[in-house]
């Protein structure tokens, strides 16, 4: 039996909610969840804006993010709507707003760390009020819904302390909040165990051991006590699937750390790189499956799964989807853990790092197919049809500094130990942790399709012993491990397969060297496993503009689907926010951003009755240029924008 802690539950936990934010099914005008919903599907059922009118949606208002004279954003935040009021975090406070005007009901200061990405809504009870929770890193607070006051009866006078720190807000069900962990990279260190917590006192309640400790179920895939004081292995992202009908919480467990050295650590290394099914309650496990054994590619899950019914051979099955950076869709037997349409555990070729624990197979699905590149041939170089020669040339002088020959053997490609002042055997690795990231998918309950966008590439690059003060990245200075990452042009990082080029204007352009798309929206049909419709997504915008349609890197935002037959998604570094048909995957409304929207979107119905579709344009490191104002300076405007039909 897994070892819980050793506090029970109180009454209060099983108490239901009083509110009509029903566990199975939302207000339809609402926007309660960072997903949604708590099977995390991005589904809205509302249906005024349609692919026939989505071409009428106009800016109906925005709300500035960043104060006047600076201060700190977070560009993947996502705010909630519950009855026409909007809650969200802009990093150093967190408001409340009239979510058909964008007037400002509250604001709550931050202090001791900064709200990111997302706040929780708590329902409240008969004896309790409803709440908003927030994270600042180590500890959790609770405010008052409706006033934005502290709400002192939680924890000590409002706030409880994190063990681990955990940088987003709880997964909230019933009156339990659920936390993950955000650990450091290195291989000794703090628990990446997942928590839960009693809404109304703070108290916690359980524990999870994400590394399975002795007698549980998993230890045994931790050999020559590798297991001991492990860190990593944690549910990073912000928020966690669960299913009321069956009371089971499905949690996306990262790899173990080291990241890139697996040395000390041989084994298949339970529960990393899974979806883990637990009882939501108490902790109590239920199954797993396991994506990835003995990660030695940062390909760690990230979004949670979405949750769905599907129909095959005329038998309702209730599935779960789930995709990470390989580009591989899992579609699951949500009670079982068992695939629905088979996965086949294929033999991976394996390297030559001196103690390197290798997985003689890795689990590839049956269907759908691999939504991404994973394979590379010289063939696949882009060409100058694609770009243009300087790039190409680029790309080749690229290659021909790592000798011209390349090791790449499909997925889960490995990379060799390169010696100090010894020949290199580089490796090129596809999607290089691209493919769908923590976007996440979008699901659409009446159709059975799954929306997710996959960003395309490759790393070049080998492995290589440590150096002592070697930059190696990732907060690992003073790491332990024997071996990291690394190429040519330095520790710390395999090189992205891109290249660098001058165009006519002297702008250096970096583009990536494998063939277009580079960015694709693909709609997969989970009662059959096939993929129903692709499509690119973003556009290249330093390249002619017959040329530019290329597909963009999508990794730091993801789709939402609505009734009206719609999928929403910004996600793309060239500061479009997109409407796509749901069904054949045409793109039929584009707004163009001051910045880009690399978080999810959400829709809501406001006061007024209208459907209204709103999306954070915030500046980033990943999201290309800002829009630049008459001075030429970028605009300091990021904000939460709002669309809508005309009244």
Known sequence: MRILAALALSAAILVPMAHAQSETAPDPGDWPRYARDLGSTRYSPLKEITPSNVSKLKQAWSFRLRPEGGGSIVSSTTPIVISNILYMPLGNAVVALE???GKEIWRHPVTGGLARRTVSYWAGDKDHPARIYYCTGKTIWAINAKTGAVETSFGTNGSIELDVSYGSPPTIYKNVLIVGANTAEMQRGESGDTRAFDAITGKKIW???NVPQPGEVGHETWLDDG???RSGTNVWIWYMSIDPKTNTLFMTVGGPSANYDGTDRPGANLFGNSIVAVDPETGKYKWHFQTIHHDLWDSDLPAPPVLLDVKVNGKIIPALAETGKPGLMY?????TGKPVFGVDEKPVAKADVPGEWYSPTQPIPVKPQGLVRNTWTPDDIVSAADTNEAHVNACKALLASYGGTFFN????TPFFLHEPGGPVKASINLPNNGGSNWGGSAADPTTGFVYINTSEGGSIGFTEKRKDG?????????S??????ASLSGPGAYSTFQASYKDANGKTVSLPCIKPPWGRLIAVNANTGDIAWESRLGLSLDLPEGKQKTGRNNTFGGPIVTAGGLVFIGATDDRRFRAYDAKTGKEVWTATLDYSALNVPLTYRGKDGR????VIAAGSSFGGPAARGPDGKPLNNESLISFALPK
């Open 227 to 229: 297991w001991k004081n």
């Open 409 to 412: 053997a499909g997925p889960f």
């Open 480 to 485: 332990k491990q024997m071996y990291d990452r």
């Open 207 to 209: 524990t999870f051991h």
């Open 331 to 335: 579609i699951l037997d949500r009670n």
């Open 470 to 478: 070697g930059d190696y990245g990732r907060g690992t200075a003073g």
């Open 99 to 101: 979510a058909d005007s």
């Open 611 to 614: 459907q209204y579709v709103a």
